[in-house]
């Protein structure tokens, strides 16, 4: 009995020295190691060295380290802040692998010369030449950074960018940004392309604030292409949301002075202040919006709420509604019919005829089909028989309308409860989407391949996710092909071909 207790003491002994020893570090270290905050932030558990639960074993150090629980410690080391850190390193990595990989492409020269020649001698088909091409654009996309032109160079951008959106012709973007105080400010950047190879922007002087925030934003064709925009903002406290039908030319350097939340609440909800005002009306909460642009149904737009679909004409201020089971979160309007699909945070996706008499029940709906989780875009391509749709489990799947069926699954977004919007481009056969990990990545649209991931230029975060627009003529008819990012308060250019001249931008 006395050896088994001293056995037993022996054993016991030995694995408190060890543990002793694993929180103060392993062989080989000393007093003058780093302290656990500056290690480091290596996740990967060494195959010498077994996990053990309220630990972190960083192989570099070859010590653990105590994951110390709660916000009452002094910088204290936590599995988030661990996993926060290495995915900053890792974008670091990722941006130098990138700016190397650029200039040696652009050193080495692209390939489309030989990519020409071997379809010329037809060792590459007509369809596999025109992928090659754009992968090959894709991949060789340099970043530089746009200087915005402004009247008052003393007030230099301050406030991070939130959203952008382009016109149709991609001449102006929409922007909102996020001010300090709370609330959101936007605006129109009007963009050039010269045929030399360069791209100008400028900013308007005439800026929009309010103490909300906006929540979906399209470009609405009222009197003249893209002449108005659409705006769903959400309430706050007692001041109600409201859908809002504003017209671009408010933006205009020609109009004097910046609008206030107070000085434009008469104009926001009494349409006579304001000419051009066609309409505007106080909502609960407004999640998307669009605007139809068939002949069929012309100068219609529609409003999802919770739990509502409503169509409104802007002209007549008639109302259609639609009652649900769920939040709309996303909605497009199809180009060839008046059908308006609707994605729902329940995972739905349901299409609306308006050329359909309302029937009982849900009788009104046409295609109708689902995805896992709550959807955050819909895209419909021009011949109306696919959508790409993106949820909040980062899943983007395209869908044959005609079979209610995913025919195509795009890999590799991240998203976990953000409302993020997915990009078409059909002209160059890509798809494009930015991540809650706040990568740009994108795919080839007909294959699902990924074609390339952009780490941002800032470090990652809940406030600095970047919003883009990709365009075949950025800046009009003369523009330029390429990626618009705006991210912090900056904004970049990615050349999808190989010729930008940096007159009025730095490289970044």
């Not at 709660?70 to 936590?78: A, D, E, S, V």
């Not at 007030?155 to 012709?169: E, H, Q, R």
């Not at 050039?192 to 308007?204: A, T």
């Not at 295609?367 to 983007?396: E, H, P």
């Amino acid at each position: 009995m006395q050896i088994l207790n001293f056995l037993g003491y022996f054993i016991a002994s030995i694995l408190l020295l060890a543990l002793l020893r694993f929180e103060r570090g392993g062989p080989g270290t000393s007093q003058n190691e780093p302290s656990p905050e500056t290690a480091s932030p290596s996740l990967p558990q060494s195959s010498l060295a077994p996990e053990l639960p309220g630990f972190y074993f960083d192989p570099e150090k070859n010590r653990y380290f105590r994951l110390l629980p709660g916000h009452n410690n002094c910088n204290p080391l936590t599995r988030e802040g661990i996993q926060q850190r290495e995915q900053e390193g890792r974008r670091v990595r990722l941006l130098e692998e990138d700016e190397k990989l650029r200039k040696k492409s652009s050193q080495t020269g692209l390939n489309s010369t030989v990519l020409l020649q071997k379809r010329h001698l037809g060792l590459v088909p007509e369809t596999s030449y025109c992928r090659l091409i754009h992968e090959l654009k894709v991949s060789s996309m340099r970043r530089h950074k746009l200087e915005v032109q402004s009247s008052d160079s003393s007030s230099p951008n301050t406030d991070n960018f939130k959203l952008i959106v382009a016109d149709s012709a991609c001449e102006r973007v929409f922007t909102v940004n996020d001010v300090e105080h709370g609330g959101c400010k936007y605006g129109i950047m009007n963009f050039k392309g010269c045929s030399e190879g360069s791209l100008s922007v400028e900013m308007c002087d005439n800026l929009y604030f309010t103490n909300r925030k906006v929540n979906s934003i399209c470009w609405a064709s009222v009197t003249h292409p893209d002449s108005h925009v659409l705006l769903c903002l959400v309430g706050i406290a007692d001041t109600p949301g409201c859908v809002s039908l504003l017209p671009a030319s408010l933006f205009s350097n020609s109009n004097p002075g910046y609008f206030s939340e107070q000085a434009r609440v008469e104009s926001v909800f009494c349409l006579s202040d304001q000419p051009g005002m066609l309409c505007s009306f106080k909502i609960s909460t407004a999640w998307s919006c669009a605007w139809c642009l068939n002949p069929q149904a012309d100068k219609k737009f529609s409003t999802g709420l919770s739990r509502l679909v409503i169509v409104t004409d802007a002209v007549t201020g008639r109302r259609q509604t639609y009652g649900i089971n769920s939040d709309v979160l996303a909605q497009q309007f199809a180009l060839r019919a008046p059908v308006l699909y609707n994605g729902c945070r329940t995972g739905e996706i349901f299409s609306i005829d308006l050329r359909q008499r309302a029937r009982r029940g849900h009788g009104w709906k046409g295609v109708r089909f689902y995805q896992d989780s709550a959807i955050t875009s819909v895209r419909i391509l021009q011949d109306d028989n696919y959508l790409v749709a993106a949820d909040m489990l980062g899943k983007i799947k395209l869908w044959d309308l005609r079979m209610a069926k995913a025919v195509q699954q795009y890999e590799g977004h991240h998203n976990e409860h953000a409302y993020l919007p997915v990009h078409l481009n059909e002209q160059e056969g890509l798809l494009l989407a930015v991540g809650q990990d706040c990568y740009t990545r994108l795919w080839s649209l007909g294959d699902g391949r990924l074609l390339r991931t952009i780490p941002s230029p800032h470090p990652a975060g809940k406030d600095s996710v970047p919003s883009v627009v990709f365009s075949s003529q950025l800046g009009g008819r003369r523009g330029l092909p390429g990626l618009l990012m705006a991210v912090s308060q900056d904004l970049y250019y990615f050349s999808y071909n190989s010729d930008y001249q940096e007159q009025r931008g730095a490289d970044a």
